[in-house]
T-cell receptor
Framework: DGGITQSPKYLFRKEGQNVTLSCEQNLNHDAMYWYRQDPGQGLRLIYYSQIVNDFQKGDIAEGYSVSREKKESFPLTVTSAQKNPTAFYLC???????????FGDGTRLSIL | GQQLNQSPQSMFIQEGEDVSMNCTSSSIFNTWLWYKQDPGEGPVLLIALYKAGELTSNGRLTAQFGITRKDSFLNISASIPSDVGIYFCAGVYYGGSQGNLIFGKGTKLSVKP
């Protein structure tokens, strides 16, 4: 089945620790995205990538980093510089930017 | 920056009722999308609209791309319990620098007690 796989489903971070969220897609999409969702809020864009080896900051990139070494993969690292990391993180992909995005099932990150 | 105003923020439904929600903006969009999100899951694309004035149905769901390209609405007819969830509109614009997609804050559908 084609789709977007995010792992893990739940993740806990200790103070001062970096954690990496995985996102893999087998849809052959060029563009991939990371969003953050807080309770009762819409989706806020963290980073996006139009093509392999390229990525751009979104509205709330501070404290996060990404890489795009393979077309299928777009991991997100939540660094210790992100002081309020507790949120639901969603990965998405689209054939290219400007086309409808399709989402994974999310990773919920909490602070220990 | 571009913003979408989605309303209502929340509503209660009774089984069998029709439901309407809409998104408006001061900016023009090239595509309108409607998503549904169930608790603890990612949003699922329901309907995509590509042309001003376009009216598209997906089962009991009907959505329209406003003539001015600044708004869109979603109707759900004869609602059923599994319709509960959060519905998001999203507007796609070309040539932007922020991933080209703007989301509304969502309309939460709950069952009337």
């Amino acid at each position: 089945d084609g789709g977007i796989t995010q792992s893990p489903k739940y993740l806990f971070r200790k103070e001062g620790q970096n954690v990496t969220l995985s996102c893999e897609q087998n849809l052959n999409h060029d563009a991939m995205y990371w969003y953050r969702q807080d309770p009762g809020q819409g989706l806020r864009l963290i980073y996006y990538s139009q093509i392999v080896n390229d990525f751009q900051k979104g509205d709330i990139a501070e404290g996060y980093s990404v890489s795009r070494e393979k077309k299928e993969s777009f991991p997100l690292t939540v660094t210790s510089a992100q002081k309020n990391p507790t949120a639901f993180y969603l990965c998405a992909s689209s054939i290219r930017v400007e086309q409808p995005q399709h989402f994974g099932d999310g990773t919920r990150l909490s602070i220990l | 920056g571009q913003q979408l105003n989605q309303s209502p923020q929340s509503m209660f439904i009774q089984e069998g009722e029709d439901v309407s929600m809409n998104c408006t903006s001061s900016s023009i969009f090239n595509t309108w999308l409607w998503y549904k999100q169930d608790p603890g899951e990612g949003p699922v694309l329901l309907i995509a609209l590509y042309k001003a004035g376009e009216l598209t149905s997906n089962g009991r769901l009907t959505a329209q791309f406003g003539i001015t390209r600044k708004d869109s609405f979603l109707n759900i007819s004869a609602s059923i319990p599994s319709d509960v969830g959060i519905y998001f509109c999203a507007g796609v614009y070309y040539g932007g620098s922020q991933g080209n997609l703007i989301f509304g804050k969502g309309t939460k559908l709950s069952v009337k007690p």
